[in-house]
């Protein structure tokens, strides 16, 4: 399975931006990019997912570098509740599904 | 009201018993998972399911068994081989399209003493 790298934690202040990196170095041309958050005690929630452009939601926007081997997930306006576990993982597409792993994504400390 | 639903939310079980985790969706999903996660740490994959009557191990699956025959169900037996089985566990779906975006349960926390 193609890996992507996070950092352990990162911290913001409240109604500032928050930019979450993710390496995936060893992404294949079929491999979408997916962000997905945890709060606590909870199951992860899908936040963003793209394959080569940059996407907007009204979650969040996610910038995929040129070639791909990285991407980042936009915060626009940190709030306390998006303080949580931010996790990028890589989903190959025309497969069945198939395999899906976690790595140990990036804790979102908010400070007020 | 469509989703997945694990219950109970808590469990409790004495060393040595098995226990089953259900995991339950009307989503219509193929594919299911099931997830253990430890305090502080990230998801690691127990077992996956991408169509009835099949199942593959994922990265942990030793002393955890798993079933599909139906669709909509994905139980999970915790037995007594595995060796720390207290954790939080997580059913997950896969839909269908281009995003199979992923989809996750409210989780069951295990508790063994």
């Known amino acids: 399975d193609a890996k992507t790298t996070q950092p352990n934690s990162m911290e913001s202040n409240e109604e500032e931006p928050v930019h979450l990196p993710c390496n995936h170095s060893?992404?294949?041309?079929?491999?979408?990019i997916h962000w997905y958050r945890q709060l606590p005690s909870q199951g992860p929630e899908y936040v963003i997912h793209?394959?080569?452009s940059n996407v907007n939601n009204r979650m969040a926007s996610l910038a995929i570098a040129e070639d791909r081997k990285s991407s980042t997930l936009i915060l626009h306006r940190a709030t306390l509740r998006d303080a949580a576990v931010y996790y990028c993982?890589?989903?190959?597409?025309?497969?069945?599904?198939?395999?899906?792993?976690f790595g140990d994504g990036t804790t979102l400390t908010v400070k007020p | 009201d469509g989703g997945i639903t694990q219950s109970p939310k808590y469990l409790f079980r004495k060393e040595g018993q098995n226990v089953t985790l259900s995991c339950e969706q009307n989503l219509n999903h193929d594919a299911m998972y099931w997830y253990r996660q430890d305090p502080g740490q990230g998801l690691r994959l127990i077992y996956y399911?991408?169509?009835?009557?099949?199942?593959q191990k994922g990265d942990i699956a030793e002393g955890y068994s798993v079933s599909r025959e139906k669709k909509e169900s994905f139980p999970l037996t915790v037995t007594s081989a595995q060796k720390n089985p207290t954790a939080f566990y997580l059913c997950?779906?896969?839909?269908?399209?281009?995003?199979?975006?992923?989809?996750f349960g409210p989780g069951t926390r295990l508790t063994v003493t």
């Open positions: 060893t992404i294949s041309g079929t491999d979408y």
């Open positions: 997950a779906t896969v839909g269908s399209g281009y995003s199979y975006e992923q989809y």
């Open positions: 399911s991408q169509i009835v009557n099949d199942f």
């Open positions: 793209g394959l080569t």
């Open positions: 993982i890589l989903r190959a597409l025309y497969t069945n599904a198939g395999k899906s792993t």
